[in-house]
C-alpha cells in the first residue's frame, strides 16, 4: 500500500521568510515517482516538480528547493524568501506501476502568506 | 495553446440525479484522468484513460463511469447520486500514458458539484 502523509494542515508565515512544507510517503516499492503540485484559489492543480526514486539529488529552482531522503522516506519542498503569490494549497504525491501510476495525493498544506 | 478544459464549472444536482461532466485535454494529448477531490482532501483517482482504453481504476462504485472520444475528450459519468459525491472533480491529460511515468499530467480547472 502506498501513503503520503502532510502533517502540516496549515501553515501562515510574513512575507519574506522562509517555508519548509513537509512530505512523508510510504511504499514498499523500489521504483517510485514523487510529485509536489500547487492548487491555488482557481482550483487547478499546477506541477511543480517530479522526482524518481533513484535520483537523490536535490533540487533548486528559482525559489524553490526540494530536499528528498530515502532514508527518512521525505521529499520536502522549501520556500525562500515567500511571497504573497506563494499562498495555496501544496500537494505531495507519490506513483508507481504498483498503483497503475495513478497520483497517490496526501491531504494538502494550506499556505498562507501574509504582507 | 489552450490548456485542458473542463465544463462546466459549476453545477447543482439533486440526489438520485445523473450527472455527466466533460473534458477536453491539450491538443495532442492522448491520455486523460480523473480525479476526485472532496473540501480539505487531496485529489482522489478515479479513472485513467489512454488512446479510448481503460488503463485504470480507482475504488469507486459503479455509479461512476467515464469514456474517452475518438478525439481524445472525455466524460465522466455518475448515476444516483449522494450528497457525498459533492467534490471538486479534477481533469488532468498527458501526451502519452501516465504509465510512463515520466510525464507530467496538465490539470484542468475542475468542475465544483454540489448534489442538494
Known amino acids: 500500500a502506498q501513503k503520503v502523509t502532510q502533517a502540516q494542515t496549515e501553515i501562515s508565515v510574513v512575507e519574506k521568510e522562509d517555508v519548509t512544507l513537509d512530505c512523508v510517503y510510504e511504499?514498499?516499492?523500489?521504483?517510485?515517482?514523487l510529485f509536489w503540485y500547487k492548487q491555488p484559489p482557481s482550483g487547478e492543480l499546477v506541477f511543480l516538480i517530479r522526482?524518481?526514486?533513484?535520483?537523490?539529488q536535490n533540487e533548486i529552482s528559482g525559489r524553490y528547493s526540494w530536499n528528498f531522503q530515502k532514508s527518512t522516506s521525505s521529499f520536502n519542498f522549501t520556500i525562500t524568501a515567500s511571497q504573497v503569490v506563494d499562498s495555496a494549497v501544496y500537494f505531495c504525491?507519490?506513483?508507481?506501476?504498483?498503483?497503475?501510476?495513478?497520483?497517490?495525493f496526501g491531504k494538502g498544506t494550506s499556505l498562507l502568506v501574509t504582507p | 495553446d489552450a490548456g485542458v478544459t473542463q465544463s462546466p464549472t459549476h453545477l447543482i444536482k439533486t440526489r438520485g440525479q445523473h450527472v455527466t461532466l466533460r473534458c477536453s485535454p491539450i491538443?495532442?494529448?492522448?491520455?486523460v484522468s480523473w480525479y476526485q477531490q472532496v473540501l480539505g482532501q487531496g485529489p482522489q483517482f478515479i479513472f485513467q484513460?489512454?488512446?479510448?482504453?481503460?488503463?485504470g481504476r480507482g475504488n469507486f462504485p459503479d455509479r461512476f463511469s467515464a469514456r474517452q472520444f475518438p478525439n481524445y475528450s472525455s466524460e465522466l459519468n455518475v448515476n444516483a447520486l449522494l450528497l457525498g459525491d459533492s467534490a471538486l472533480y479534477l481533469c488532468?491529460?498527458?501526451?502519452?500514458?501516465?504509465?510512463?511515468?515520466?510525464?507530467?499530467?496538465?490539470f484542468g480547472q475542475g468542475t465544483r458539484l454540489t448534489v442538494v
Open positions: 484513460y489512454y488512446e479510448k482504453e481503460e488503463r
Open positions: 491538443s495532442g494529448h492522448k491520455s
Open positions: 522526482r524518481n526514486s533513484f535520483d537523490e
Open positions: 488532468a491529460s498527458s501526451l502519452v500514458w501516465q504509465g510512463a511515468a515520466n510525464t507530467e499530467a496538465f
Open positions: 511504499t514498499r516499492d523500489t521504483t517510485y515517482y
Open positions: 504525491a507519490l506513483t508507481n506501476s504498483n498503483a497503475g501510476y495513478a497520483l497517490n
